[in-house]
């Protein structure tokens, strides 16, 4: 058996954000990652769009991307090893958020959180949208918001960056994989792995993504986060479109541009939970492709060049990531997941946050409170308005 003071079970870009800030919190600290894959052929990272935005509801995800965007953007140098800089790609091509009718006033109310935080929020109606994007069709459209400062990374590089920065700042990765949690009635105590080897420590963190539900049940804890499987498409187009934000619509359609073409996609929230990664070659040309050209007729001509699968770790009770501990049970056992999509854009605000938690023992920060545990033991969802 070995002894750390911090366990991590997981070592995706969450795991990673929480190493990196426990370094930079407490150099001294001595943190393990356990990732059974050093690959990430299965992480969700990796497979997912790299869009980071500002435009939610809730005060906590805002704060969370006001600090996280940013950071994104310096990653360069916050992220640098021995002088390298990390690539991560960053574009700030804004986003854009567009509704119909009935859901206008969800939209206003949205922007108007966004706007009394800090944000830059542009409001259009239709032809302010016609105006700024003149290629979109605004058949059944009544209005947008616009986050100029919003943007997207390559997802795969900013995870890669993580690892790198905290295996730099004396973070020990385990290759293997954790097959229980030794605990009592008042603690966690270590975990055991697959090899047969055990880990002692003062502190877990529970990191595992879309498997983050199974390692909660080896304390008891009941996690409601299950695998949602999603498709990325990669298409291109002849025909000539105005340089575009990310788009996301009601219909759940997103996507951005991507080198010559764009990257996206539409999520089906009714695909059965499990850690499902085939792919459906038919799904952009039976549901993508006609919501893409019919609001940007452009996209008529399209063509599908490559789709790939990932999975969300979807919070079935309301959409929101849980972060912190289980407090007054396992007070020293701390999940961070059930990001529904939008781990990759807060890692670096809840990386720091769990890292807080542990050494300072409270958020000191961004007070993350109603994302605790406490509202799935009370069974209190506390969800996003409006598109998510």
Known sequence: MTRHDVA?????????????????LSRACDVVVIEPDRTYAFASTPRASGGARRQF?????????TFSIPFIER?????????????????????????GPGHVDILRANADVQQAHGVLADWLDADGLHARFPSMNLDGIAAGVHTPEDGWCDPSGLLQAFRRKARSLGVAYRDDRVVGVDHDARAARGVRLQSGASIAADHVVNAAGAWAKEIAAMVGMPLP???????????????AIEPLPYVKDMARLAFRPEGRGYSGGLVDRDE??????????????????????????????CRCERTWSGLY????????????????RLDNFHVVAGFSGHGMMHAPAAGRAIAELIVHGRF?????????????????????????
Request: aromatic share 12%.
């Open 272 to 301: 059965a939970r499990g850690f499902n990664f085939d792919v459906d070659h038919g799904w952009f040309e039976r549901v993508v492709w006609p919501a893409l050209a019919h609001r940007f007729p452009a996209f008529e001509a």
């Open 364 to 388: 000191e920060t961004i007070d993350l409170a109603r994302l605790s545990y406490r509202r799935i033991a009370d069974n209190a969802p506390y969800p996003e308005r409006g598109i998510v």
């Open 57 to 65: 509801s809730c005060p906590e995800n805002i704060a969370m991307s």
């Open 75 to 99: 990653a360069g140098e916050e992220l640098a090893v021995d002088g390298e800089p990390a690539h991560v790609d960053w574009r700030q091509g804004g986003y854009l958020f567009i509704v």
């Open 313 to 328: 770790e979807q919070n079935e009770l309301d959409g929101n990531p849980v972060i912190g501990n289980w407090a007054g």
């Open 8 to 24: 991590i079970v997981g070592g995706g870009i969450m795991g990673s954000a929480v190493a990196c800030f426990l370094k930079r």
């Open 225 to 239: 986060v299950e695998p949602l499987r999603r498709f990325e498409h990669y298409f291109e187009t002849p025909n």
